[in-house]
């Protein structure tokens, strides 16, 4: 049997982007054949990983301390998976190693100091690799335009729809509910978000309000209430804090539309969550995002506040006279991502590279 060693720490921030990745994927392995396997997790809290997924996979206690090189993990597996590119967290030796690289944000964010640190770790990462596999092609070619990748094997491997079949009529209602007709959003308030964008458009749409979830702690998130109140849009715009997955939910089953104007996306999984409901997604028409929302999303090619209302009310009143293919198209696209294949690409590689 092949031991492989997936660095899954990241499962102990359920509610972050890597988190929920790390969980389907591993949700999705669980679902595969793995007798030719022996998977090990690395998990902060084993009890609680061991009581979902049994004796499936086998499970190594996270303590931080292994981030640091005297402390890293000595045991020789056949394959070590690191699950984003972001991880400090290395193995000992020299093993077989395959990188998921979802996004290279880092060369764009932050200090001079930053980029230059977060650049220096992502180079050593790809010397140690013996094939990456990315979730979209255009974090494929933003990493191949960016870095000098070595001669290896390269995948792009799409992640999968989150949401399961939920039934709405149970789905409870969060405290924050409008009144009107609601557009949706959600992600953490930054810049790359572009949430600015929205509350400009609600100007010239009093007809709407606006909901927008994620974590609002953020220096974004003051700037971005400031324009609320000088826009006087306290009252049609809804900033909920983090969420539940079930007030997620509601939020996309309910909404009219849901807008992602978000500047760069290394895959995209919100308007993909959208779709699964069947509402109209307007996304940015850059990055990963056209990949996601295929042929008959709605997209802004920029950000000019008049354009972005513009687009948004001609895709409506399409969607409106035609809802009966828009609704069946974003389901059935929806559909086409999907964990357990998914997962089963993930396991095709690995018995690439250890075979």
Avoid at 121 to 128: N, P
């Amino acid at each position: 049997m092949k031991r492989i060693f997936l660095e899954s720490h990241n499962l102990k921030n359920p509610y972050s982007g890597f988190g929920q990745y790390n969980y389907h994927l591993i949700k999705g392995l669980a679902a595969q054949d793995l007798s030719d396997w022996k998977i090990t997790l690395h998990v902060k809290n084993v009890k609680r990983w061991k009581k979902e997924f049994g004796d499936t996979f086998r499970y190594r206690k996270y303590r931080s301390l292994t981030r640091h090189k005297p402390f890293r993990i000595k045991k020789k597996y056949h394959l070590w998976h690191s699950l984003n590119q972001n991880i400090k967290i290395e193995p000992f030796f020299q093993l077989p190693y395959v990188l998921t690289v979802h996004d290279i944000h880092f060369i764009k964010e932050g200090s001079a100091h930053v980029q230059r640190k977060l650049r220096t770790q992502f180079e050593k990462k790809l010397k140690r690799c013996h094939a990456i596999i990315y979730i979209s092609e255009f974090a494929k070619q933003d990493t191949q335009d960016n870095f000098d990748i070595p001669d290896i094997p390269q995948y792009v491997i799409y992640n999968g729809n989150t949401i399961p079949d939920v039934t709405v009529a149970s789905l409870p209602k969060p405290s924050i509910q409008p009144e009107s007709p609601y557009l949706f959003s959600i992600g953490d308030f930054t810049d790359r978000k572009n949430f600015k964008a929205l509350v400009d458009m609600m100007r010239f749409l009093p007809e709407y309000h606006l909901v927008l979830a994620g974590n609002n702690t953020s220096v974004y998130a003051d700037s971005l209430r400031k324009r609320i109140t000088d826009h006087q849009l306290e009252n049609r715009v809804h900033l909920t804090g983090k969420i539940s997955e079930a007030h997620k939910y509601y939020y996309l089953a309910h909404c009219e539309a849901f807008l992602f104007p978000s500047k760069r996306e290394g895959f995209g999984i919100p308007p993909l969550e959208a779709m699964h409901f069947g509402k109209p997604v307007f996304i940015s028409n850059n990055t990963s995002l056209p990949e996601i929302g295929g042929e008959h999303a709605f997209y802004w090619n920029h950000f000019e506040v008049q354009y972005m209302v513009a687009v948004f009310k001609k895709g409506m009143q399409q969607y409106q006279e035609n809802k009966e293919f828009y609704t069946e198209y974003y389901q059935e696209r929806a559909k086409e991502f999907d964990w357990k294949k998914t997962a089963a690409e993930y396991l095709a590689v690995y018995q690439q590279l250890v075979s």
